[in-house]
């Protein structure tokens, strides 16, 4: 599945629109490398995504076409969530 699609199914974004503009930004990270919004997932991949003052890196546990808004929470990990100070 593509990394956009992933993190809209998943609830960690909105839209699939915003996902991309990380990923033309270089503000999103698929295995330690930067991603395009057609960078395909699968599970045991590790993303992490910078927003304004956050960063947070999680873990693909599972890869689903549709889930509810419960379920969500079941496809992936948060290891690591932390805010960006600025200088």
């Not at 993190?7 to 503000?27: S, T």
């Not at 969500?72 to 969530?81: C, D, N, R, T």
Request: hydrophobic letters at 45%; glycine letters at 4%; zero cysteines.
């Amino acid at each position: 599945m593509r990394i956009d699609k992933y993190l809209k199914v998943a609830r960690i974004l909105k839209r699939r629109v915003v996902a991309k503009e990380l990923a033309e930004n270089g503000r999103l990270f698929l295995n330690g490398r930067a991603a395009k919004a057609s960078s395909e997932v699968k599970p045991g991949d590790h993303i992490r995504i910078l927003f304004g003052h956050r960063e947070i890196e999680i873990a693909v546990l599972e890869i689903r076409e549709q889930v509810s808004k419960q379920e969500a929470l079941s496809l992936y990990e948060v290891i690591e969530e932390k805010k960006i100070l600025e200088v």
